[in-house]
């Protein structure tokens, strides 16, 4: 079964993190990713840019629900 902390490491192997923080349940999970390769892109290419990271480990994820922040945008939100 993938733990949240799978999904929060193959993202990380993809993709310049900031900050990120995943929860599930094996199958569902929500991820706060904050990253620099965000700049610039709308939600669309910055959610294109996580799928991309992840690849085909989303075979196994049934679920996945993110909120994607440049570092600009994650320190606003403090």
Same mark, same amino acid.
């Given at each position: =079964?993938? !733990? %949240? $902390?799978? #999904?929060k490491t193959y993202i990380q192997q993809g993709l310049d993190c900031a900050h990120i923080s995943v929860e599930g349940d094996g @199958?569902?999970?929500e991820a #706060?990713? #904050?990253s %620099? +390769?965000?700049e610039g892109k709308g939600m669309l290419q910055q959610h294109q840019l #996580?799928? @991309?990271a992840l690849g085909d480990k989303m075979d196994v994820i049934h679920a996945l629900? =993110?909120?994607t922040f !440049? %570092? $600009?945008q994650? +320190?606003?939100? +403090?």
């Open positions: =079964m993938v !733990t %949240p $902390e799978n #999904v @199958r569902h999970f #706060v990713i #904050v %620099p +390769a965000f #996580v799928y @991309r629900s =993110m909120k !440049t %570092p $600009e994650w +320190a606003k939100q +403090a």
